[in-house]
């Protein structure tokens, strides 16, 4: 979309003028009624009001894609440690982020979970982001452990990201990632991306107050900011066998501010470096908030980004 190239990329700036421009798109009759048309179902995976997650299926067709035991893809969202929900305020008809789950689940036909996570005004402190994605994925693996098995895949965005990287990384969750990532896990965890992650964490940016809020003072922030967790993860003798650890494909919007943009290079290069696998990916023509707002849209402009990462989490190159 041309207008996303003139807003800038100022985080906070470009929220209002992004929203605006993908509602329009969203709300074409044709485009909502695609939308609406995947199936549905809403379950508690915890005990706050909070832990919830909607699942999206589409009917089996028969193809290639569906000759093997569906994966499940589970995307949570951003929101700055404070915003965000299953259904994103800001967009009418509740198209948000039901677009996300229903273009995965008719398009690649993986059934795609919406994951909730408690923000700071329901008493969200560090790590609790990963208590809540750990339970998430404990619902998963005792909804599908049976019959044939299955893989998991995240796609995380901005905090959520951040969320994901606390329990793949810290050390707290230690033994729920090894009943998900084992050899013989069912279901396991293969792939993740990490899409427009905050890899590094400006105490004294714009981020301040949520960060103060959740994480607490500037040392422990940096002590839970992603990168630095996954340094420490591989470090010591308690390390975690990288060769276990799921791909990570790290993605970045062409249109992201420097703080997300250097940060992510970094964290891939380093990943790298240190054994683990996976790739560097750039969004062209998106912003830090348009990639979510875009799928669903029925323009293959908007979409392509979709369509590359579900051939990348299905073993195909971007």
Not at 16 to 32: D, F
Not at 151 to 167: C, D, K, M, R
Not at 228 to 235: D, I, R, V
Request: glycine share 10%; net charge negative; hydrophobic share 40%.
């Amino acid at each position: 979309m041309e207008v996303i190239a003139t807003l800038g990329d100022g985080i906070a700036e470009v929220v209002g003028p992004t929203y605006s421009a993908y509602q329009a798109l969203l709300q074409k009759t044709e485009t909502k009624i695609a939308i609406k048309s995947v199936k549905k179902e809403t379950f508690s995976y915890g005990s706050h009001e909070r832990q919830k997650l909607d699942l999206y299926t589409t009917p089996t067709v028969s193809s290639s894609l569906t000759q093997r035991a569906r994966p499940v893809l589970v995307f949570t969202y951003g929101g700055a440690f404070a915003s965000g929900g299953r259904i994103l305020d800001g967009i009418v008809d509740e198209l948000v982020y039901a677009n996300v789950a229903a273009f995965f689940a008719s398009q690649a036909h993986f059934e795609t979970i919406v994951l909730d996570y408690r923000l700071i005004s329901h008493g969200a402190r560090y790590p609790s982001g990963g208590d809540d994605f750990g339970q998430g994925l404990k619902w998963i693996q005792n909804r599908y452990q049976y019959g044939e098995k299955r893989e998991i895949y995240v796609l995380a965005n901005s905090a959520g990201a951040a969320h994901f990287a606390t329990w793949l990384f810290a050390p707290k969750f230690a033994k729920e990632r090894a009943d998900l990532l084992g050899v013989a896990s069912r279901p396991r965890l293969t792939k993740a991306v990490l899409l427009g992650c905050p890899f590094r964490l400006d105490y004294h940016g714009g981020m301040s107050p949520m960060l103060e809020a959740y994480y607490g003072d500037e040392a422990e922030t940096k002590k839970g900011e992603p990168t630095a967790l996954m340094l420490a993860a591989l470090e010591g003798p308690d390390a975690v066998d990288i060769a276990l650890m799921p791909t990570i494909l790290t993605a970045v919007s062409e249109l992201d501010p420097s703080f997300i943009v250097e940060p992510a290079r970094e964290f891939s290069k380093l990943w790298e470096e240190r054994g683990g696998k996976g790739e560097y990916f750039v969004l062209k023509g998106h912003n830090h908030i348009s990639p979510v707002l875009s799928l669903g849209t029925g323009i293959v402009s908007e979409e392509q980004w979709g369509y590359q990462v579900a051939r990348w989490l299905q073993d195909e190159a971007l």
